[in-house]
């Protein structure tokens, strides 16, 4: 009989927790000693066993073993519950909502769809060009609205373009490789451009939102929209690049194919999109507005009005932003007379156990920091690194990689960040330049369908085998490993955050 992994983590993560409870394996020295580790600590070992495990065997949903802490922490005493609840309102999540509801406003007006048309048919019809407008339409949807949303929406096009193809074709044709091949690399470009293109901007993907909001919170160091995006579109640009040529070059050539019928796929969609109308301007102008606002937020900062009360200049925050652009657009008018351009009813789409899943991340993080034992593995990992600091980022941006393939992305960083901080502040090294490149390679699960939702949603399709992915991410994420380290070390030491 074969046995079920998620089964084997719901039992596995309680057997933990009661072991580490029973053995109790840190030893709390008395009150006075120099020792990092404080009463509670087996407490919190325990609690971070089982939702680790379960996060790793995906044994409940992803944002239910989030509220574990809410429960654990309570009942064995690490904290009282309004101080664990105060996580699941962390300043982040109504980043992240923000940005979610943005998404919600461009898909309702098939915004996202018009982007696509419009990189497809600026770059051409051959195979080649029709991977990389694929590629990069892709990738630029992702940075605004989530990985998965993306991947759905693109892949129906990308579907629509096989079918096409096929039409009319002899059994031969539909066998011979360049065929296969151009299946084959169109399916993961929506993979991987979903991956890459979130890898770029703050709101793009869970993982970045975490970093940059665990940076906030715990060191009072604010990640601007801008310096993220400074530091990691070059990232994504080059791995964007190289997985171009990579796919339709090198392991998937297809450059023989022709691809004539392709435009009446296109043609017919814009058709069915219609012209630009009054409704539409209004959500990029909100769309506009918004994201300026985040790219150039420090640079208004000094010019914006002096409050009264504080005698400083308005507090201009990315959180302020994104709310203040979620209720713009429940009021602006939308296309029927007393609509706006978005209603409350479009946000039963909105991914809800994100937010609960970025609560307990915190709140779990929040606790081994106040129990020391993230304190206390920092000293162990320094005391075996020694003085060689980028040796270490090395090996963690490798671990965060190889992990992510196994593990959900933001699972792993709300579980590495704090450690990795913990590690490069111990170290007297700028924590920006370890937990940037965790974060990043966090997002680089490009070689089993199960790394990502957008890698499982393009292995559902049927046109792509295990072994095409396997082959691709490989080498992918060698190559990303190696562009993520290099250039994010020099950016950040080019460019600090003043």
Known sequence: MQLDHKKIGMVLGPVLFML??????????????????KPGSNE???TACWVITWWIFEAAPLAVTALLPIVLFTLLGVSKLENT????ADKVIYLFFGGFVLALGLEAHDLHKRIALLIIRAVGLSAPRLILGFLLSTAFISMWISNTATAVMMLPMAM????????????EE??????RNFAAALMLTIAYGSSIGGMATVIGTPPNLFMRGYFADKLDINISFFYWMLWATPIAIVILIVTYFLLAFVLFPCSQLSLTRAEQVFQAEREKLGPMKPVHWRMVAVFFVTTSLWIFRGLLQPYLPILPLTGEPIPLSDETIAIAASISLFLLPGAEKGK?????????RLPWGILLLFGGGIALAKALEQTGLLQSLSQVVQATAGDHPLLLVILLTILCVYLGEVMSNIALVQVMIPIV???????????????????????CGFMLPMSTPPNGIVFGSGKIAVWDMIKAGFWLNLISLVVILVISQILIRAFPQL
Request: hydrophobic fraction near 55%; include cysteine.
């Open 340 to 348: 706006a351009l978005l209603d409350w009813e479009a946000t039963r």
């Open 421 to 443: 901080i913990a590690i490069a502040l111990g170290m007297k090294v700028d924590p920006i330049l370890f937990a940037f490149p965790a974060t990043m390679a966090a997002s």
């Open 44 to 46: 919190v070992l325990a």
């Open 20 to 37: 580490v409870l029973f053995f109790q394996p840190l030893k709390i020295d008395p009150a006075g000693s120099d020792s990092v580790i």
């Open 160 to 171: 629509s373009c096989l079918i096409l193809l096929s039409q009319g074709a002899t059994d």
């Open 85 to 88: 609840l105060v996580s699941y």
């Open 174 to 179: 539909l066998k011979s490789k360049p065929h």
